[in-house]
């Protein structure tokens, strides 16, 4: 990004995390400076939700009027077949009738799954007809992690309503995972964005989440989802109670369309490409288009999600890719 700066371009970022430290309790006063400074050399931001953008503007002093957001796009990358939910389910070994409860994507010390496993002990000792999958690769160096919630699950006795698939799950599996559950929950303890929020939209699948990062802005309460409070085993068995309850869990087969309706007015492609070719236009104002440099940060992206660029046309305008 400096060599640009210095050849004169204008620099345009797209942060998918602003501080991914803070995000894994890993933050440091280095990290941060590191990204002021490397903050400082764009001339405009894209993120993905409002709170982002606060955060952007409030953490490292960005000028709000170089921010835009751009939703998140939902993820269409996997296939969706014909597979039924009975097919997914028997497939999986789920029977009919009982509560699949799924935790899918990356495992780390930030997504909270102790919580969930925790929760999920409370929900069994008033109702037993449920099953936990918690599906996903472990990031680099949570061997630990994966360790104490494999003992969490041993020492509660619930080893037989738990299932356990810790390793990176084929694209076309992930279908059979969420067709079959009832309901996607993210224990997350601090997050801005998730790719699996909307891949579970994608399917038409309820989600409970933490409320943290942007699933306030993103989870419609009874419509297509429940929040419950971050790192409360208690409040998150009672959100998963009030779900399974509720019209939205009754009425799936049929809420499962709404879902996908709501996810594709608000963040199909299509609405991503609009606002970003907006955005790069009233950029290109004033500016010559080779004085454009559009980099794409992405920071610790979920597995079985996708990110994409969009861009403008113009032929001398060019794309990096930063990780």
């Known amino acids: 990004m400096l060599y640009y700066k210095l050849c004169g371009k204008k620099i345009v970022l797209t ?15 280095l990290n941060r400076l590191t990204l002021s400074f490397q903050y400082r050399l764009a001339d405009h931001f894209f993120v993905h939700t409002n709170k982002m953008k606060r955060e952007l503007v409030e953490d490292f002093r960005v000028p709000e009027r170089a921010v835009a957001v751009i939703p998140y796009g939902i993820n269409n990358a996997v296939p969706n077949t014909e597979l039924t939910n009975v097919e997914a389910r028997q497939r999986l070994g789920i029977p009919n009738g009982q509560n ?57 006795g619930i080893q037989e309503q738990v299932r356990l698939r810790i390793e990176y799950i084929p694209d076309d599996e992930v279908e059979m995972y ?69 019209d939205l869990h009754k009425g799936l087969d049929n809420r499962r369309q709404e879902i996908r309706d709501y996810a594709n007015a608000r963040h199909s492609w299509d609405k991503v490409s609009d606002l970003t070719l907006s955005a790069y236009a009233d950029l290109l104002k004033g500016a010559q288009p080779e004085k454009i440099r559009i980099a794409v940060q992405v920071s610790a ?12 046309h113009a032929d001398n305008l060019q794309t990096e890719k930063r990780t």
């Open 15 to 29: 942060l998918h995390n602003v501080n991914a430290g803070k995000r894994d309790s890993n933050d440091s006063l």
């Open 100 to 156: 699949a409860i799924l935790f899918f994507g990356n495992l780390g010390p930030y997504k909270g799954v102790e919580f969930l496993v925790a929760a999920f002990q409370r929900i069994l000792t008033r109702n037993a007809n449920c099953l936990l999958i918690i599906a996903g690769k472990p990031r680099g160096g949570c061997e630990k992690y994966i360790a104490e919630i494999q003992e969490a699950i041993n020492s509660f």
């Open 178 to 246: 969420f067709k079959a559950a009832d309901v996607l929950v993210l224990p997350y303890k601090h997050i801005f964005q998730s790719g699996i929020l909307f891949l579970a939209y994608s399917f038409g699948l309820p989600v409970i989440a933490t409320d943290v990062g942007s699933f306030r802005e993103d989870i419609i309460e009874g419509k297509t989802g429940f929040l419950c409070r971050p790192a409360d085993p208690v409040d998150l068995a009672e959100a998963i109670e009030t779900y399974f309850a509720s």
């Open 301 to 312: 992206p979920e597995k079985n999600t996708e990110q994409r660029v969009v861009r403008p």
